[in-house]
């Protein structure tokens, strides 16, 4: 008899509790809103929304690996889109397999391949690219009654290109920095300097940019003050420029490590 006392404490597991991904998905949000930053919190939005398109009015236990793999081939064409998006969702399906859910079993994510993202030399601008971007950008207004002056992108693309900074539209520490109210105490023109505090940088540490002369010539002519680094829909208005210039992900803040640049 004590056997099987063993047996059935080791093995039985209390049954699942149905909840639908709708369900799942306010609890989530609601779990996640106040303990992460507002750019993670946006992506994960756009996650649940994904979810819900897909699976509307299903059981969470009722999800399969296989459909998850299939609307993940949707979200996006690189690896390290792919990768993004699994680590989403993974968090997902953890939180509602939690002893005080158990929602799901065992968390369908798991058996979701990790690729591997090849890390090559760094690609960087060749200068004649970099001055006819600059040109366009001084006399582009954005898209028809968008209601932007010209020039209203360059101190996104120059602090990008001319400091290394992250311009990751949804957490880079340009989006970072556009949050600051006190912009001229991280963008200090009368110093000299870029300050990247710890609560910017991606790595958590302290760091300090010279502010190079053609980057000062720029952040004068089109100030912080006057020029929003993020504007609403910030990333349609920048992919508009990368995709005309055939920008890749780091191809600016690996083009300020060029020595042309300096």
């Not at 939005?45 to 699976?55: N, P, Q």
């Not at 001055?131 to 360059?154: D, K, N």
């Not at 001229?184 to 300097?193: A, N, P, W």
Request: hydrophobic share 45%; with cysteine.
């Amino acid at each position: 008899l004590g056997d099987v006392v063993d047996w059935f404490l080791a093995n039985y597991r209390p049954p699942l509790i149905s909840a639908s991904v709708e369900t799942a998905a306010v609890e989530f949000m609601r779990d996640r809103e106040d303990v992460v930053s507002v750019p993670v919190v946006v992506d994960y939005r756009k996650v649940m929304k994904l979810l819900l398109h897909a699976f509307p009015g299903r059981a969470l236990d009722a999800i399969s690996t296989t459909e998850l793999e299939t609307v993940m081939s949707s979200w996006g064409q690189s690896r390290k889109s792919w990768n993004n998006l699994r680590t989403y969702l993974h968090a997902f399906f953890e939180f509602c397999g939690h002893p005080s859910r158990r929602w799901v079993e065992v968390n369908p994510v798991k058996a979701i391949r990790v690729y591997e993202v090849a890390r090559g030399i760094p690609h960087v601008m060749a200068v004649k690219q970099v001055v006819a971007m600059f040109a366009f950008l001084e006399t582009y207004a954005g898209p028809p009654r968008s209601g932007h002056r010209a020039g209203y992108l360059v101190p996104y693309f120059a602090l990008a290109t001319f400091a290394g900074i992250r311009p990751s539209v949804r957490d880079g520490e340009l989006r970072k920095i556009h949050e600051f109210a006190d912009k001229d105490r991280i963008v200090d023109l009368k110093v000299g300097v870029i300050r990247i505090t710890p609560e910017i940088a991606k790595t958590n540490d302290l760091r300090q940019i010279t502010i190079q002369p053609n980057l000062a010539a720029w952040l004068r002519c089109y100030p912080l003050a006057e020029h929003p680094l993020i504007v609403r829909n910030m990333m349609d208005h920048a992919g508009i420029i990368r995709k005309r210039f055939g920008l890749t992900h780091d191809v600016l803040r690996h083009t300020f490590g060029h020595a042309e640049f300096r």
